[in-house]
């Protein structure tokens, strides 16, 4: 097989960048190494940013996101039994986000590839890249049992953190911090409780009530990094979740049965460069925030609209300047979300073992960005998403 540039991996990443590219009339070939009902039910993310929205609608994937999707203005953050509401419009001249799944953004990428896009090939698994620092870089991969090759101009590994990719990148840096906790994730087919998202302190640990629809709740519990989800009943994690909520007022936290469960691991994590030669890295593949600042997905975008834009221009020039630029473009942007991602972590999870001066310290950050605009402002900025490129 041959093509303009070949695709590892078909998560949010790796499906934008091949319509993007499609768009761009350059050819791709996405392998994904799981199938098709795998990938389009994998529960991860939720939070689309302003931005996300915007190259979605612009890239003609944003059609059922703008008729399903819910918009949302703010958050609630809650703490010591008090609410506090971020509101985003007024903080940050007008800009909101919106509550879509990832899994719902890669049913609609998938039936466009599928529709008018170049191969999308489901159980297809790279098994490594070859050449990136020639002009004739190649995947080889595993499809029906048989062993391939695919010939490229360029590749760019989309293939998350366990992929591939980024072992074909020597002398590379990586930067990492693990935490010593991680979310129990639940679905429950339960109306959600509060019409915006509750991210929540609490002495016992942190809680975030979020959502799928107006009847699906998506509700998380922080719990000890080796935690297994099997080892909590239902009705252990509502009892949980609903202290951990606890307010002044009459708020009360609806329960319904749970469809879902699972455990998410915590962890901040840049490779540097994202670059080496013909072989580009993007989302996960190069970069993993823990999911409090709900970047992940958002990162991703970012990363292969500076990449799109950058093949496109080479297409069009013959210039490498933007392609040569890819790397420091997209790092800026990824270390301001580990940063925010890291600040939301460390102000809303307890920490096994923290002193009560720590204790403290969390509680004046938390007061600190409910009664300064200024420290508020920098809290929605960052949650509505920085600018890409
Ligand atoms: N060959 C082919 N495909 C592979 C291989 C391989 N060797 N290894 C991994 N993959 C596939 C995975 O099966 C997955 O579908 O690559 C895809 C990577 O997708 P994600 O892990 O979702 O990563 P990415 O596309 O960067 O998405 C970034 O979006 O999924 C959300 O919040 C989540 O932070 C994540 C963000
Ligand atoms: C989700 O809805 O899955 C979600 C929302 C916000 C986060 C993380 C996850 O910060």
Not at 119 to 126: I, R
Not at 151 to 169: K, L, N, S
Not at 265 to 281: K, Q
């Amino acid at each position: 097989m041959r093509t303009t540039v070949g695709i590892i991996g078909a998560g949010p990443a790796g499906l934008l960048l091949a319509r993007l590219l499609h768009n761009a009339g350059i050819d791709s070939v996405v392998l994904e190494s799981r199938d098709r009902a795998y990938v389009e039910r994998r529960q991860r993310a939720g939070i689309l940013e302003q931005g996300t929205v915007d190259v979605l609608r612009e890239a003609g994937a944003g059609e059922r996101m703008d008729r399903e999707g819910l918009r949302h203005d703010g958050i609630e953050l809650r703490f010591a039994r008090r609410r506090h509401r971020v509101d985003f419009p007024a903080l940050t001249g007008g800009r909101s986000v919106m509550v879509y799944a990832q899994t719902e953004v890669c049913k609609d990428l998938i039936a466009l590839q599928l529709k008018e896009g170049g191969p999308l090939l489901f159980e297809a698994e790279a098994l490594a890249v070859e050449g990136a620092g020639t002009d004739r870089p190649r995947v080889r991969f595993r499809h029906r049992g048989t062993e391939e090759v695919l010939e490229c101009d360029y590749v760019v590994g989309c293939d998350g953190y366990w992929g591939v990719a980024r072992a074909a990148v020597p002398d590379g840096r990586s930067f990492e911090r693990t935490y010593p906790f991680g979310w129990l994730g639940i679905l429950a087919d339960v109306a959600p409780s509060h019409d915006e998202l509750v991210y929540a302190r609490h002495d016992r640990g942190f809680a975030l009530l979020s959502m799928r629809s107006p009847s699906v709740s998506r509700l998380y519990l922080q719990v000890p990094a080796d935690t297994d989800a099997d080892g909590w009943s239902d009705e252990e994690i509502w009892d949980e979740l609903e202290r951990r909520f606890e307010t002044d007022d009459d708020w009360s936290l609806r329960r319904g049965p749970i469809t879902q469960k699972s455990v998410t691991p915590m962890r901040s994590y840049v490779h540097e460069p994202m670059r080496h030669g013909r072989l580009f890295l993007a989302g996960d593949a190069a970069h993993i925030v823990p999911p409090t600042g709900a970047k992940g997905l958002n990162l991703a975008v970012g990363d292969v609209v500076t990449l799109a834009r950058a093949l496109a221009h080479r297409a069009a020039t013959g210039s490498e300047e933007l392609l040569d630029a890819y790397s420091a473009t997209c790092l800026r942007r990824v270390w301001q979300a580990e940063r925010f991602s890291y600040d939301m972590t460390t102000l809303l999870h307890t920490v096994p073992g923290a002193t009560p001066f720590e204790d403290r310290l969390q509680l004046a950050r938390l007061d600190r960005i409910t009664s300064s605009r200024a420290a508020e402002t920098d809290l929605a900025e960052a949650y509505t998403g920085f600018p890409i490129g």
